[in-house]
């Protein structure tokens, strides 16, 4: 399961705030690296900035991936597809939001556009993130991560039980202060 994170792509030419200011449509970048000849990556936005289509070419110019990006009233993204090269669809990511523009799920579809799995994910009073569960398609729970707060506010541990209720995976978080002279 290939699971990109859309915020990696609107940051990767130009912030959504510059796409806007200077009415880009489209930018076009040249990545090189060692294992690769050139990539040409191609970014379409729409009228208010956002990333609407993500295009990268080999070194020959031929579609190696292709993503496209839909948002609601909000400008947050609601769909994001990814498609091979031949165009096919790979995988396909909805999103829905709170009232608050919270992200509350995740739906993953497959190549055939069949629900292949759900992240729910569940705030407390404060608006933190108190957990993530995936579930499959037959809505069997898969993982759950628990989130605890700090009195500052911080994550301080982020707990991943498996579908058996069994920890797979803790991981405690400390952060050190400062004071700064001013």
Known sequence: MLLLGCLSVATHAQTKSSARKY??????????????????????????????????????????ERETFRYNRRQEVVEHAIFGQNNQLEE?????????????????????????????????SRGQRESETTYDS???????????YNNKGLVSERTTYNADNEVINTRNYQY???????
């Open 92 to 124: 396909r990511h909805v999103y829905l939001f709170n009232n608050l523009g919270k992200e509350t799920e995740e739906q993953v579809y497959d190549k055939n556009n069949q629900l292949e799995e759900r992240i729910v994910t569940t705030y407390n």
């Open 23 to 64: 009415r880009l449509s489209q930018s076009q970048s040249v990545q090189t690296d060692s294992k690769s000849k050139n990539k040409t990556i191609v970014q379409n936005f729409d009228r208010k900035g956002n990333v609407i289509e993500h295009i990268t070419y080999n070194d020959q110019q031929q579609i190696e």
């Open 138 to 148: 037959n809505k069997k729970m898969l993982k759950k991560t628990i989130y605890q």
């Open 176 to 182: 050190e202060f400062r004071k700064w002279k001013k």
